[in-house]
């Protein structure tokens, strides 16, 4: 009566960790004498221009809407927000390139910011940012 051998598939790793730990120890040695790559940075000179003065819009807490151009060293005054938009491309024609800033109140809701900024946009003004109080 002959006997069957049943065939084992076995895999062999011992070979596979060989070879890991030789890369293993040529990256190690290796690794040391690679310079890392210097990123040589671009400098800014000086401009001649200044930067010109934001022309300022004031949103206070009462719902009160204020316009102040910081170029012209004016006084905050006091305008309606149906007003805002004609008023603001008024001066945007004069200066083009003078930013706009939002100056609102901490109470102020967030929403009223976007929708002013929504107003802006439709005016087509292009530079508008938020004006912000440092952290004491």
Request: aromatic share 2%; net charge positive.
């Amino acid at each position: 009566m002959a006997r069957t051998r049943k065939q084992v598939a076995q895999i062999n790793v011992v070979p596979m960790i060989d070879v890991m730990l030789v890369l293993l120890v040529i990256f190690m040695v290796t690794a040391p004498f690679i310079n890392p790559g210097q990123v040589d940075l671009p400098s800014v000179g000086k401009t001649a221009q200044t930067p010109a003065l934001p022309l300022e819009i004031i949103i206070r807490e009462a719902g009160d809407y204020q316009l102040r151009d910081r170029a012209a060293g004016g006084e905050p005054r006091t305008v309606r927000k149906s007003d805002l938009a004609a008023e603001i491309a008024a001066l945007h024609r004069a200066a083009p390139e003078q930013p706009v800033v939002i100056a609102a109140d901490k109470n102020v809701r967030y929403e009223e910011v976007m929708n002013t900024m929504s107003l802006l946009q439709k005016a087509q003004i292009g530079r508008i940012g938020l004006l912000a109080r440092p952290a004491p």
